[in-house]
Structures are given as C-alpha cells and as structure tokens.
C-alpha cells in the first residue's frame, strides 16, 4: 500500500462538485498521470491551508485516472471526521497521515525475561522478532551461530536444557510500535 509524500507534484483541484454522500472525486485531468496508477493512498482537501476545514479520504479506486474512488472522511483531522460539500477548485494533494503510515515500517526493540524451569528447553517470546539481538543466559551470551538456540516464531529452545535457576534475557527488534 504505498503512501506519498506532500508537496511533491501530487495535487490538483476537484473539477466538479463533491457532495458529502459521493464516493468519487473528479480532480483536473492534465494533474491525474501525476498521481499513483495503483495502491491505496490517502489525500486531503481543503478550503484555507491555515484555517481548514479539510477532509481526509482514502483513494481505493480510480487510481491514474481523472474519477478517483474515495473512501470519505477516513480519518479524523483536527478533531472532524466528517463528509463535506467541495465546490468546483477546491484543492486536492496526496498526503501521508498518522493512520496511513503502514506500522510494519517501523522496527522497536523489546526485551523479555524468563527464568525456565528446570529440564525445559523453550522460552516464548511475547512478539514475533524481526530480528534476535542478544540472548543471555546466566549472564553468557548464547550463539545461534553457534548452536546454543534456534527461533521459529516466538519460539527460542536451547540446545541444553535449564537448571530451574537460570535466568534468560532475549533483546530483539519487532515491526510495529
């Protein structure tokens, strides 16, 4: 699902009215091979830059031509989420957004603690990682390299079985917040 950047060529203006229930905008056909020929994106409209009010919507059809498909209101901007009336030259752009940006973009890093019983071999992992950073246990960093654990999904097993008094620290990076 690609997003685009603002102020990057992607506006136009509507060239017929949208009433607050349509679910197609018409923006000027010179500016429609400008925008995305596929994927869903979102754009908003507005009446003053400064002062709005403005309309954020979702194209989900329509996409490089000159009748773009909209989703209305898709999402909440200074506390409106709300269908409008757009005359004839309001203005369009594609823009990203808080709730358009994909969160599988973003790594963050988690920590897990776990002290395994005793002749347990697995620790489960309370996210899926990315990516496995550092696994300690007992205060010795174990290898997968080496063959000290393997990952399957939130799976870590050790390829020696614990003691009951071992602790296991695991850092590792998921995709989201």
Do not use: K
Not at 29 to 54: E, F, K
Not at 57 to 78: D, H
Not at 117 to 123: E, K, M
């Amino acid at each position: 699902m690609p997003e685009v950047l603002p102020n990057n060529g992607l506006s136009s203006t509507l060239a017929a009215p949208a009433q607050a229930g349509d679910s197609v905008l018409v923006i000027q056909a010179i500016d429609a091979v400008n925008w995305p020929a596929s994927g869903s994106y979102r754009a908003v409209l507005w009446q003053d830059p400064v002062t709005g009010p403005w309309e954020l919507v979702t194209v989900v059809s329509g996409q490089g031509t000159q009748s773009l498909g909209v989703q209305r209101a898709a999402e909440a901007f200074n506390g409106t989420q709300t269908p409008m009336l757009w005359p004839t030259g309001t203005p369009i752009a594609a823009v990203v957004t808080h709730d358009g940006l994909d969160s599988r973009l973003y790594l963050s890093m988690h920590v897990d603690e776990f002290v395994p019983a005793a002749a347990a071999t697995q620790v489960t992992l309370s996210r899926t990682p990315e990516t496995v950073t550092v696994v300690s246990r007992s205060g010795v960093i174990q290898s997968q390299g080496a063959g000290h654990y393997s990952v399957a999904g939130t799976v870590l097993t050790f390829a020696a079985s614990f003691s009951g008094s071992e602790r296991v620290i695991v850092s590792y990076s998921v995709r989201g917040p």
